[in-house]
Structures are given as C-alpha cells and as structure tokens.
C-alpha cells in the first residue's frame, strides 16, 4: 500500500494476459458482434483491438473517490464512486453506462465474478514432480 496525503493506493501488476480476462470480466470493449474470417474487413474499427487496448505498457486503474455531502436536513453522509481508466484515458464503465459511478452500483454488478469463483482453483499453486 502507498500512503499520500490522504489517499490510500494498493497497486497490483501483471501481463497482457491478464488484462484480456479482466477487460471481458467488466464488460469493456464489447462489440455487437464477435470477430470472425468471414467479418474481418466490416470489424476493421471494433472495440476490442488488443494493439491499441493492450500495448506493451497497458494499465487499467479503478479510482476510488469518497465524496462527502450534507442532506436538507443537514445530516452529513459518506459516498464512494468509482472511474475506470484505460492506458491513462477515462472509459465508460458498462455497470452505470458512465464515466463516474456509484460504487455501490459497480460492486453490486460485479459482485457474481466473485461469488462463483473458485479461488483455490483459479489462484492455487499446483505441486508436480520436478523433471
């Protein structure tokens, strides 16, 4: 974790390969219809280009803001939103159609990633014999 200020960060890193995954995961780069031999030329601008998504230094960041805001009747309550940065440049988060979200409404259309996942089978470490 990094602390600054008063932000809290956590960072995480991986590959291409993980991106692909996570970019499906939460919608994003969707088009209408799958790329296929018999559609390439019509698919030529599409959503998903992994060249342009996916460069060598790709980066996707999920900031966390809290907003703090007074009701009429002067109680005072916590928020949390959320915005989606692809390679630096804000994207259209597919749970709220918009580029700032409520967290709660993201959380609330992701949550079933994480309620059918199998950790141990997705993340374990498997034991083999060493050659």
């Known amino acids: ?3 600054f ?3 809290i960060g956590a960072f995480y890193f ?3 390969e993980t991106l692909g995954p996570m970019y499906a995961a939460l919608g994003l780069f969707n088009d209408s219809q799958p790329l296929t ?6 698919m030529k601008n599409r959503a998903f280009k992994t060249s342009h998504i996916m460069p060598f230094s790709a980066n996707l960041a999920l900031i966390l803001y ?4 007074y009701t009429e009747g002067g109680n005072f309550i916590d928020d ?3 915005r989606m940065y692809v390679n630096e ?3 259209v988060i597919p749970a709220c159609d918009g580029l700032v979200c409520k967290f709660s409404d993201v959380k609330e259309e992701y949550l079933h ?4 996942c199998d950790w141990n089978a997705v993340c374990g470490v498997q034991e083999h014999d060493e050659l």
């Open 5 to 7: 200020r008063d932000s």
């Open 89 to 91: 440049k804000p994207i």
């Open 1 to 3: 974790m990094l602390f």
């Open 37 to 42: 031999d018999k559609n390439f030329f019509e």
């Open 14 to 16: 991986g590959h291409a």
């Open 80 to 82: 949390f939103v959320l």
């Open 113 to 116: 990633h994480l309620d059918n």
């Open 66 to 69: 809290e907003c703090k805001d």
